[in-house]
């Protein structure tokens, strides 16, 4: 019970640090951040479904609890959403060419929970909150789960939008990438260095398949090691992923604490123990190198996450009279 007291002592400090923080930055000389304000608002739903976020947060919480995978599904859902033509939900539209059939997506779920809370908002306000804002609701709140707290505070005022093909995911960036090309894939999104080592941050949850992996361990039928790897890191993910591997095995993200939304992927990176190329990539680079040692620190990482998410949930979005408010999160409006 002391622990729990301890935890969430130390969540909400961290919470209010993050506020805190991001509200001096945004104070001075952040302009641009609040300019760039595509028309999203905090509380947008205050007079139009007053119950959204106790809504969002009591069924995400229900999942998470008897799921503790989703935290992560739904976080790399609400990015995935958003890199590719903007935050609009146009991942969730099922047809043969949509964004999910795509390489990248096959292996982003948690799109029952997102089918669970459009069910009840739409019986508590039919027709108002869109489903774009639900992916990034419950993204928030899956991860909060663990603090019983908001790590970050999210905007909404997001319509849905009508296309969904396989064919824009081209957008999302590869776990094999190095350092410039990722940063140039943020750069192309409205992001920028700070947002690309804070963001990676989210690889302190959740699970890759072993052919992210596996490149980086074994060239054809030999063993073949990344110099980035530390070689015990190596062996322990060569017995998770031989060679071949299954297709569906997997390995976690955050080779230390998997489940805890925690600093200690940064921790990793500088031991060599990031999981993908594309994490270990920020390792290679002098100023994300000196990001990374100061987001070991997890106060700063909240704060960076914080506001990066907040950048983030605001690409290209549909505000206004754009888009829809789709009835069901799975298909366009048809009237
Ligand atoms: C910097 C560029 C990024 C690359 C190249 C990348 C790539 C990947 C890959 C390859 C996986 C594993 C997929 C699989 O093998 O099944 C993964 C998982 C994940 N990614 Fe990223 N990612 C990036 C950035 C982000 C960002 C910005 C977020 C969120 C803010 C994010 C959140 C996640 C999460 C939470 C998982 C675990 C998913 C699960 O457990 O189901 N990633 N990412």
């Known amino acids: 019970m002391e622990r729990e007291l301890g935890w969430r002592w130390r969540a909400a400090a961290a919470w209010w640090f993050a506020v805190a923080v991001g509200c001096s930055l945004v104070g001075s000389g952040s302009a641009g ?3 760039s304000n595509p028309g999203l608002a905090y509380n947008f739903y205050q007079k139009s479904c007053p119950n959204v976020d106790s809504i969002v947060r ?3 919480w229900a999942q998470v609890a008897a799921n503790p995978a989703l935290p992560g599904r739904l976080l790399r859902l609400h990015f995935h959403d958003c890199f590719v033509q903007g935050c609009d939900a146009s991942i ?4 043969a060419q949509s964004e999910k059939t795509a390489g990248p997506n096959l292996s982003v779920g948690g799109y029952e929970v997102i089918d669970a809370i459009k069910a009840q908002l739409e019986q508590a306000c039919p027709g108002v909150v869109s489903c774009a804002d639900i992916v990034a609701l419950a993204a928030r709140d899956a991860v909060s789960y663990q603090f019983k707290a908001s790590l970050w505070q999210v905007e909404t005022g997001r319509r849905d939008g009508p296309v969904s093909l396989a064919t824009n995911t081209g957008t999302l960036p590869s776990p094999f990438a190095g350092f410039n090309v990722l940063l140039q894939s943020f750069a192309n999104r409205g992001l920028n260095l700070t947002d690309l080592v804070a963001l990676s941050g989210a690889h302190t949850i959740g699970k890759a398949s072993c052919s992210s992996v596996t490149p980086r361990l074994y060239q054809g039928n030999a063993t073949s090691l990344d110099p980035l790897l530390d070689s015990a890191y190596a062996r322990r ?4 992923c031989p060679n071949p591997s299954p297709s569906s095995s997997t390995i976690d993200l955050d080779a230390t604490t998997p489940l805890k939304f925690d600093s200690s992927y940064y921790t990793n990176l500088q031991n060599k123990q990031g999981a993908l190329a594309s994490d270990a990539a920020l390792t ?15 106060i ?3 704060a960076a996450f914080s506001m990066s998410m907040k950048k983030m949930g605001r690409i290209d979005v549909l505000t206004g009279s754009k888009g829809q408010i789709r009835k069901q999160c799975r298909a366009v409006n048809t009237s």
């Open 284 to 298: 290679q680079n002098a100023a994300a190198a000196q990001m990374v040692a100061d987001l070991t620190n997890p």
């Open 92 to 95: 969730l539209l099922d047809n």
């Open 58 to 60: 009591s069924v995400t």
């Open 33 to 35: 951040l609040l300019e």
């Open 300 to 302: 700063k990482f909240y």
């Open 237 to 240: 993910l060569m017995s998770s």
